[in-house]
């Protein structure tokens, strides 16, 4: 596992599009195709945006390459405020030379969210190789919460006990909604997973999900132990309870 502290919140963006371009490029190099998910919430728009930006970054990714998926969703219209696919879609597919064919999201607009995450589980297993026993993805973008969730898997929901379906619906009692979300079979069979954390807010949990080992009480985000590379990608602030031995 790697940890990188970038010293503000906009180095971590641009060393995180720097990631996700290195990362990107080595997919399409071994095998032609690349395939991401990307995470929800509102620190991904900081790496959209740097992707955008940086003429040089932009150049190096192989955009037509690379299929986009989604680790999770809000089960809201895809043009929702608190659509993760929106977000997005405006900040970073609005930018760059992606087909529609390549961008694969979460189909919210059915009312049913058990139909929502089979067809998704349908469409990942449709898209990705198959030489794998579970789909590899090349790079899983990952938000940590302040609870120690990452993409919908929320402490003490059910999903987290999901051992063999790669994507499920999930009620949140804390939300009092439900979530779309990857489990972590699909989570931890992927070639990348990179963390990105931002904001002094998440330093207490930063800690306890990189530090703590009660076997007990593990958080989510600590189940995420892929078979390929584990990064985690913050800034100072979410760092600032790790001490010097980050
Ligand atoms: C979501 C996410 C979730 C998110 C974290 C961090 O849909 O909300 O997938 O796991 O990544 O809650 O969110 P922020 O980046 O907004 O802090």
């Avoid at 990942?124 to 919908?152: K, W």
């Amino acid at each position: 596992m790697g940890t990188h502290v970038a010293a503000t919140a906009e180095d971590l963006s641009l060393d995180a599009a720097r990631a996700f371009a290195r990362v990107t490029s080595e997919a399409v190099r071994a095998r032609d195709l690349c395939f991401v998910a990307l995470s929800g919430g509102s620190t991904p728009r900081g790496l959209y945006r740097a992707l955008v930006e940086s003429e040089s970054l932009r150049s190096q990714v192989a955009w037509d390459r690379i299929h986009f998926f989604w680790g999770d969703e809000r089960h809201v219209p895809p043009d929702h405020a608190d659509s993760n696919y929106r977000m997005a879609r405006e900040t970073l597919f609005a930018s760059v030379p992606v087909a529609a064919e390549q961008v694969h999201r979460i189909r919210t607009e059915e009312s049913d969210a058990a139909v929502v995450a089979r067809r998704y589980e349908e469409e990942i297993v449709a898209t990705l190789p198959h030489d794998e026993a579970v789909p590899r993805f090349d790079l899983i973008l990952l938000g940590l919460g302040t609870d120690g969730h990452t993409a919908s898997l929320f402490p003490d929901t059910p999903a987290l006990a999901e051992q063999r379906r790669l994507c499920v619906d999930n009620w949140v009692e804390r939300l009092h909604t439900h979530r779309i979300t990857m489990t972590f079979p699909l989570l931890n069979a992927a070639r990348t997973v990179l963390f990105m954390v931002s904001g002094q807010d998440k330093a207490a949990i930063v800690r306890a999900v990189l530090r703590s080992t009660h076997p007990d009480r593990e958080f989510p985000a600590q189940r995420v132990r892929p078979d390929g590379d584990l990064l985690w990608m913050l800034d100072r602030g979410a760092a600032s309870a790790l001490g010097d031995a980050t």
